[in-house]
């Protein structure tokens, strides 16, 4: 079956500097398919190349060098456009357009008829959750709001391939579900979804196949299950009502504990001491459980073992800036993002 | 401090500011005394080439304000009274003149009104028949087959300066455009011969008599009552010179009254009296008269 | 063509949400000041003044409109990167760069045209007070349809004056490209010199440059008939088309120069 996404040696360099231009690989020569109907997930710290693959995907940036194709026909042909759909990292439209406007404007360069345009704007509004908003001007419009306006607008064409960019940023716990629900949705219509992320939960829930990508370079491609673990290293368990005495005698077997509040306490636990073993002796001191979440390796620990694993093999990949930048991950990822109980 | 600021306070703040500011401008306009630019004749820009290049493709609307400036200038000079001590009452009128022509060649009006008024002799205008003439040599250079402007130089040659040979020639010229009516030969060929004649300089102001132009036609008319002037005058000496001094070697009117059926003092056609030189006899309009300063009929003012 | 067609429509809308018909407004109210005011002062001359006024506030105007929008058409969208979503529709980048113009070229046509009609309703108004001696004095009829002429030639200009701020806005920020197209603006309303600079200069070299300027850059001071036509002086039509096909050719370079350019950026 041919791929719904291909990619050969794709490879993009930017010139910085004001004197001597230095050529600065954002992209260093990504080889990766994507078969159709899967939902595909690209991920990577900030900096790794995800918004820049994205972007050669969808020609807005020129490859240095390689190779590209959606749907069997090369990056950039404009007939392939009507069957792909894509959503670009902190979307902004045009401030003097509602969302209706918006989506029958880029309806009109379908070349939709008026009734068919009205039928397709009013239900995907509907379906990503925009109401009597759909009549206000695009500049009074949340952050939260204006990514699920560019949502509608990636899926008005019915595409075959759906490309988003960081699909969940500026949405509220109760967007970011849904749209993992809308994701599923496309799935299961037999849609090619290609996503980037820097959150691994994200993935974890969604996604058939991962990529991973860090400072320009693939890391590794496969079945989530098949890479090699995100190594469980503890629980972290946060109570409340606990008297001071049972405070004292639970931190002894914790790595660590800190308090929230009067009578709420954080404690991580190792993984030789499961926290099942914990509650009866919560229970009798009288307090409650409020969550349980393990602590994994965080994305960027992960990373940084990918990267030095990168590095070894190939020494003087991008440069010392290059390894500050995959470094600076997201600030302060773990525990993991989950659900409280 | 943000107390002070508030809302109310705040807008009589601003509000007491602007008046104070109102109050302390009317104080000093009345101790320094604005003087307008145009009055005290600074022109910013004087070259008309350079002003060409300011202008980058308005320059129709630059020559009209120039030409309103120019009618303003001449306006408030004519309103001024007391003596032109400098001779700079009406300094700017050509060079404003100048300005408006160059930067708009067809522009018509400015070349007639400068015919007119820039020979027209103080205190009614600077009296500078050559810079008429320079100006309405752009106007024949711009628009060549123009016979009007032939015309007005030739006029401006006869009334202002008396060279009746030279305004022959020109008018000769002006006959020559396509257009030009077919009194202009025989206007020429009287120039030669009698050129001081009444009769022809009475015609050619009658002809401006029907001119569009309100102030072409004050002119005209003010220039045909000096003619009469002219002819009462000669009328008024030639009785004088009949009846002679009285006893004492003086002239008077009264003198002349006693001797001839006059009444009374006689009046200008401007309704102001004459005035009899006692020593010389010699009737002359009185300078208090809107008809002063008379045509000199040997050349130039009076 | 339907997407060069709804790119086009969709720029005249943003023109109008922006506020930009309210400088007719501004220039409706400014002739009829204008019109009272100078009715005093002029010795008989509103109706050149007006002309002239009128003429010229066109041509100001517009540049105003084809300069501020036509440097913002590209670069505001880029700028605020409303321009990612777009180009992953079925549109290529030239047929957004000529969309793009082609709704400035709407929204400039407009916008002439009301300040046009308003300049003969003024031009009515002042008509209607004059007896027919003071009209047959005029040297041009007060309704004079050669004024057409005039405002046709100055579309062209403004036109091609967009065709220019269009091709600046396609690499470099607003700022500069507003800065560049009024420079080149100026520059060519100066370009008649150019072309006499032998008479001026003695350098050859500096002459046969100065001619080659003359030719390379947009000739703006041909567009000027306004003197001519205000004062009643023939302006054959041959010399208007003549010079609208200037413009056109010259349009049609700078629009295939922006095309060309903006289809090989990179959008970081």
């Known amino acids: 079956m041919a791929a719904a996404i291909r990619t050969e040696a794709l490879t993009k360099d930017y010139a910085v500097g004001f004197w001597r231009k230095r050529p600065y690989r954002a992209l260093d020569a990504l080889t990766l398919d994507v078969q159709a109907g899967e939902v595909f997930g690209f991920l990577g710290p900030n900096g790794a190349g995800k918004t820049t693959t994205l972007k050669l995907l969808m020609q807005l940036v020129y490859p240095t060098g390689g190779r590209a194709e959606i749907l069997g026909r090369p990056v950039g042909d404009v007939a392939t456009r009507r069957r792909i759909g894509y959503l670009p990292e902190n979307p902004s439209f045009y401030d003097h357009l509602t969302a209706e406007e918006l989506l029958h404007y880029f309806g009109r360069l379908f070349g939709y008829d008026a009734a068919d345009r009205r039928r397709r704007v009013s239900s995907l509004l509907d379906r990503v959750g925009i109401g009597k908003e759909r009549r ?27 490309f988003l960019d960081e699909p969940m940023s500026g949405l509220d ?22 996503f980037s992320s820097h959150i691994l939960a994200d993935a974890e829930a969604l996604c058939s196949r991962v990529a991973i990508v860090a400072a320009g370079r693939l890391a590794s491609i496969g079945r989530l299950s098949d890479l ?103 600030a302060g990822q773990s525990p993991q993002a989950g659900g409280s109980a | 401090m943000t107390s002070l600021l508030s809302r109310p306070a705040g807008a009589a703040l601003a509000v007491a500011a602007l ?35 300011l202008a980058f493709g308005f320059r129709a609307l630059a020559a009209d304000l120039y030409w309103v400036r120019a009618i303003q200038h001449f306006g408030g000079a004519r309103l001024e009274t007391g003596p032109d001590t400098a001779g700079q009452r009406y300094a ?166 006693s001797r001839t059926r006059l009444r009374q003092v006689p009046i200008d056609p401007a309704q102001t009296p004459y005035e009899l030189d006692p020593v010389t006899g010699r009737v002359r309009v009185a300078s208090t008269s809107p008809l002063f300063p008379m045509p000199d009929e040997t050349g130039g003012g009076q | 063509m339907h997407v060069v067609r709804t790119v086009a ?52 105007f517009g540049l105003f409109i084809a300069i501020f929008i036509g440097i913002g058409l590209v670069s505001k969208e880029v700028e605020r990167r409303s321009i990612y979503a777009l180009l992953a529709k079925p549109l290529s980048r030239t047929q957004f760069i000529i969309g793009k113009y082609a709704g400035l070229v709407l929204t400039l046509s407009v916008n002439i045209t009301v300040m046009t009609l308003a300049l003969y309703l003024v031009l009515a108004y002042l008509g209607w007070d004059q007896t027919p001696a003071m009209k047959a004095a005029e040297e041009a009829p007060i309704l004079d349809p050669a004024l057409l002429k005039a405002v046709i030639l100055i579309g062209v200009e403004l036109m091609v004056v967009t065709a220019v701020a269009l091709f600046f806005s396609t690499f470099s920020t607003p700022l500069l490209s507003a800065a560049l197209t009024f420079g080149l603006f100026v520059a060519g309303r100066f370009n008649a010199d150019l072309r006499n600079f032998d008479a001026v200069v003695d350098s050859r070299l500096t002459v046969w440059v100065a001619r080659a300027a003359y030719h390379v850059l947009p000739d703006f001071a041909a567009f000027d008939v306004k003197t001519e036509v205000v004062h009643g002086l023939p302006v054959p039509l041959a010399y208007v088309a003549a010079t609208t096909a200037y413009g056109g050719l010259y349009i049609a370079a700078l629009v295939a120069a922006a095309a060309v350019v903006f289809s090989r950026r990179d959008f970081k």
């Not at chain 1, 109760?174 to 994701?183: E, F, P, Y």
């Not at chain 1, 979440?293 to 800036?321: I, K, W, Y």
């Not at chain 2, 820039?118 to 016979?147: N, T």
């Open chain 1, 228 to 330: 090699h673990a995100f190594h469980l290293r503890g629980w972290e368990v946060v109570v409340s009502g606990l008297p001071q005495d049972a405070f004292d005698r639970i931190r002894q077997g914790a790595v660590r504990a800190t308090q929230i509040s009067p009578g709420r306490y954080a404690f991580e636990l190792p993984l030789d001491q499961p926290p099942e073993r914990l509650l009866p002796d919560l229970a009798a001191a009288g307090g409650s459980l409020v969550s349980i979440n393990p602590v994994r390796d965080s994305l960027e620990d992960f990373f940084m073992q990918r990267v030095a694993a990168v590095g070894a093999r190939d020494p003087g990949a991008r440069g010392p800036e290059a390894q500050n930048n995959a470094a600076r991950g997201p």
């Open chain 2, 92 to 257: 700017l009128l050509y060079p404003l003149l100048d300005l408006a022509t160059t930067l708009d060649p067809w522009f018509n009006i400015a070349y007639r009104f400068g015919a007119i008024f820039l020979g027209e002799p103080p205190p009614g205008g600077p009296g500078r028949p050559d810079q008429a003439i320079a100006l309405l040599r752009k106007a024949v250079v711009a628009m060549p087959l123009k016979w009007q402007y032939y015309y007005d130089v030739g006029f401006v040659y006869y009334w202002r300066l008396r060279d009746y040979k030279t305004a022959s020639e020109w008018f000769q010229r002006a006959a020559e455009q396509p257009d030009a009516p077919n009194w202009l030969p025989s206007l020429a060929a009287s120039m030669l011969t009698r050129s001081d004649d009444r009769a022809t300089a009475r015609a050619m102001w009658q002809r401006l008599l029907q001119s569009e132009q309100d102030w072409i036609r004050r002119t005209a008319d003010r220039s045909l009552l000096q003619i009469d002037a002219l002819d009462q005058i000669d009328r008024l000496d030639e009785a004088i010179r009949r009846v002679g001094p009285d006893p004492d070697g003086r002239f008077s009117w009264a003198f002349l009254a």
């Open chain 3, 9 to 60: 429509v969709s720029v005249f809308r943003e023109s109008v949400r922006d506020r930009v018909p309210y400088n007719l407004v501004v220039f409706a109210v400014l002739l009829m000041g204008a019109s009272y005011v100078l009715g005093q002062l002029t010795a008989g001359q509103d109706v050149k003044i007006i002309k002239d006024l009128g003429l010229a506030a066109i041509s100001i």
């Open chain 2, 19 to 53: 008046a104070g500011a109102m109050l302390v401008q009317s104080a000093r306009d009345r101790w320094y005394p604005r003087v307008e630019s145009i009055r005290t004749g600074v022109l910013y820009v004087r070259s008309p080439a350079a002003m060409q290049r």
């Open chain 1, 173 to 194: 716990p109760i967007g970011r579900r849904d749209v993992r629900a809308l994701i599923l949705e496309l799935r299961d219509q037999g849609r090619t979804v290609f």
């Open chain 1, 136 to 162: 206000l001007q695009l500049r009074k419009y949340s952050k939260g709001m204006v990514q699920r306006v560019g949502i509608a607008q990636a899926l008005l064409n019915d595409p075959e391939v759906v």
